[in-house]
């Protein structure tokens, strides 16, 4: 289920008094780039991406011995106690599962393995094996024991995976960090998930540009100041068999890909953790109870439909 897509995004740099002062790395599966407009902020770069991979050594479900691996190896059988930051991320997954109506469900995790789009490995699952871990992923749960910081999952054929939304948790950490640190004017941009932390000039904000899903230019801009603008869409990350492209985006009551009368949600606000589970969420729900979803909680968002249709809430 996911997600946050590379050069899904432009960033428009027209920054005039000063030139930016960037940084790229490879982490959380994903290009990951910093940048600082001012020169004593430079050593601030690398502390960032310090940060992104502790965050990356536990929270990756493909690392071996992250603690949500560890996690999902006890599942069904006993509860594992985790960092405090950890748990509360796991926590707010449990929330936003809630929130979401369950379109967002971080217990996916061995659907998305059985698929394992990305891998140059995919196949079309069986059927009845799908359809065996879906009704596991719905009924399955997520115990938490705050007093002692444990994660327990009941079901020993679910997996944690918050790869919807550990790239907008890391952004919120780093432009925290950055805060912290006094640095006055930033950009974060994980793979698609972008973060600004002030503004672009005394006047202006920052201009993001919206990449056209068919890779033709760009089909809207948006403005930010300290906030995040995170893309999701289904064209990048997908396979073919049999004539048919399968992308990945999981339908958690399907155990398949979406179908899709979406082709790129952006979800704009200052909560990138939020913003990331939206992306997904209002993908998974579709165009009419994606807008219900996002005009109940006030989020602001730029939708693209099938037929080209812009709408901008």
């Given amino acids: 289920m996911k997600k946050a897509l590379l050069l899904l995004l432009t960033i428009l740099l027209l920054v005039s008094c000063s030139e930016p002062i960037r940084q790229d790395r490879l982490l959380m599966g994903t290009n990951c780039s910093i940048s600082v407009f001012a020169k004593s902020d430079e050593e601030r770069i690398q502390e ?3 940060i992104l991979s502790s965050i990356e050594k536990r929270i990756s479900a493909k690392l071996s011995e992250s603690e949500i691996s560890k996690i999902n190896k006890a599942a069904g059988k006993e ?3 985790v960092s405090e930051e950890t748990f509360k991320l796991i926590k707010r997954s449990v929330e936003l599962h809630k929130l979401t109506k369950g379109a967002f469900n971080p217990l996916i995790g061995k659907i998305t393995a059985l698929w394992n789009i990305g891998s140059g490995d995919e196949k079309v699952p069986e059927k009845a094996e799908i359809e065996f871990l879906v009704t596991h992923a719905r009924e399955g749960e997520i115990v938490l024991d705050e007093a002692n910081q444990t994660v327990y999952l009941t079901d020993e054929y679910t997996s944690l995976d918050l790869g919807a939304i550990g790239k907008g948790y890391a952004s919120d950490v780093l432009s925290a960090f950055l805060e912290k640190e006094g640095v006055s004017k930033a950009l974060i941009n994980l ?3 972008v973060y600004a932390v002030g503004k672009k ?3 202006a904000n920052w201009k993001i540009g919206l990449r056209n899903p068919d890779g033709n230019g760009l089909f809207t801009t948006v403005e930010i100041e300290d906030g995040a603008v995170v893309t999701s869409g289904a064209y990048e990350r997908y396979f073919i068999q049999d004539g048919v492209k399968y992308h990945h985006i999981m339908d958690p009551d399907t155990g398949y890909p979406v179908n899709l009368d979406l082709t790129s949600v952006s979800i ?12 997904t969420a209002v993908f998974v729900l579709g165009k009419e109870e994606g807008i219900k979803l996002l005009t109940e909680l006030g989020v ?3 939708l693209l439909t099938r037929d080209k249709e812009i709408i901008k809430l």
């Fill in 48 to 50: 960032c991406f310090d």
């Fill in 79 to 81: 509860s594992v106690r």
């Fill in 191 to 193: 793979g698609g998930n």
């Fill in 201 to 203: 000039s005394k006047k």
């Fill in 268 to 279: 704009i606000c200052e909560d990138a953790t939020l913003a990331d589970a939206l992306s």
């Fill in 300 to 302: 602001n968002a730029v």
